[in-house]
């Protein structure tokens, strides 16, 4: 039995989700669909992470486990993309693992992106892509609220309720801020994150950054601890999953 690792990048516009679902078409899905045809096999693969509807990824990873050697790599990826191109997909790379590798549980830091575009004009090739906010960001404000949010806390207040973790609690490394013509990236690196968490972080800092909560306001609800005090989660459009360390 052999252990695959692979490589994603796609546009989640289109999709319900990592995760397969009834209720429409997921990445998860495609993925092993296109696998059924390359590998003339029924294959499940294991994510390192479920992103939401609309969410986007650089690099995700996921792992599949088959009798089926992969002989040559530069032939299987030029295979399963052909059948995953018209789906905004592709398969970056594949290496292989040892048997106890496990996509999601093997990893030691994953790496997520949120992109707001500041300014007045709508967005055009950044539609689907990016957060389009109008009123004027504060970038010092977003960064006094992001540095509060770095270290290890009980990060309730950004929990979905739908939320399987086991534990609110989460360690948060430096959250990087950046800003370049009206782009504004902030970066969130942690081991695992909670459902809906950086969605959520970056609906709060951007009520923080454009007047509507005041800096003691902001530390008050996450302190709280309660949901129904969390502004509403960005949008998925804007997030990006950008890398997993194993």
Not at 46 to 73: M, P, W
Not at 102 to 116: C, D, F, G, M, V
Not at 117 to 137: T, Y
Request: aromatic share 12%.
């Amino acid at each position: 039995m052999f252990n695959y690792l692979l490589k994603i990048e796609y546009d989640g516009t289109n999709f319900v989700g990592w995760q397969s679902q009834k209720n429409g078409k997921s990445i998860q899905n495609s993925i092993e669909k296109a696998l059924k045809k390359v590998l003339k096999t029924q294959i499940r693969i294991i994510g390192s992470g479920r992103t939401d509807k609309g969410v986007h990824a650089l690099s995700q990873y996921a792992n599949f486990k088959s009798k089926k050697k992969i002989n040559e790599k530069k032939t299987f990826l030029n295979s399963i993309n052909f059948f995953l191109k018209k789906n905004y997909i592709s398969i970056l790379d594949v290496k292989t693992k040892n048997n106890n590798f496990h996509a999601r549980y093997s990893a030691k830091l994953r790496t997520y992106e949120y992109l707001i575009i500041n300014r007045q004009g709508d967005l055009s090739i950044n539609r689907n892509r990016a957060w389009h906010v109008k009123k004027n960001i504060n970038l010092k404000l977003l960064k006094q609220g992001a540095k509060f949010l770095e270290g290890t806390h009980d990060f309730s207040i950004f929990r979905a309720s739908t939320c399987s973790a086991k534990s609110p609690i989460k360690k948060m490394l430096p959250i990087k801020v950046s800003k370049t013509n009206g782009k504004i990236k902030i970066r969130f690196s942690s081991k695992s994150f909670l459902q809906n968490q950086v969605r959520s972080m970056v609906g709060c800092l951007k009520y923080l950054s454009t007047g509507k909560w005041s800096f003691s306001y902001f530390k008050k609800a996450f302190k709280s601890k309660q949901r129904e005090r969390c502004a509403p989660p960005a949008p998925a459009c804007g997030l990006y999953l950008m890398s997993v360390k194993y």
